[in-house]
């Protein structure tokens, strides 16, 4: 499996920006998915995740209500759209796939779930 995740950049605070993963080397409806990220100086952390089919979705605290993720299963891509961006969401965002196959849940928000990793899109939120 390869994930090549995209949209990054630089941003205003309170502005929007859209990741998009694209996925490849497996069957997409087979893997949950999830977005996690990477501040400076912090650990990696759980941000989104949408299971096989797109009909669970579930957010940590920090992002609830500001971004959305979404799938696209005919063009393998799974997206997060982040409005009403903070200093604090900047971060190295990665996107993950978790084969659903073997999963009890309907999607994982734990690093060790996941399965394969993408390289990351830079985040940046100027104030």
């Known amino acids: 499996v390869q994930l090549q995740a995209s949209g990054g950049g630089l941003v205003q605070a309170g502005g929007s920006l859209r990741l998009s993963c694209a996925f490849s080397?497996?069957?997409?409806?087979?893997?949950?998915m999830g977005w996690f990220r990477q501040g400076p100086g912090k650990e990696r952390e759980f941000v989104a995740a949408?299971?096989?089919?797109?009909?669970?979705?579930g957010y940590a605290d920090s992002v609830k209500g500001r971004f959305t993720i979404s799938r696209d299963n005919s063009k393998n891509t799974v997206d997060l759209r982040m409005n009403t961006l903070k200093p604090e969401d900047a971060a190295i965002y990665y996107c993950?796939?978790?084969?659903?196959?073997?999963?009890?849940?309907?999607?994982?928000?734990?690093?060790?779930?996941?399965?394969?990793w993408g390289q990351g899109t830079q985040v940046t939120v100027s104030s």
């Open positions: 080397g497996r069957t997409f409806s087979m893997y949950n």
């Open positions: 949408i299971s096989w089919n797109g009909g669970s979705t």
């Open positions: 993950a796939a978790d084969w659903a196959g073997d999963s009890t849940v309907d999607f994982a928000t734990t690093q060790s779930q996941y399965d394969f």
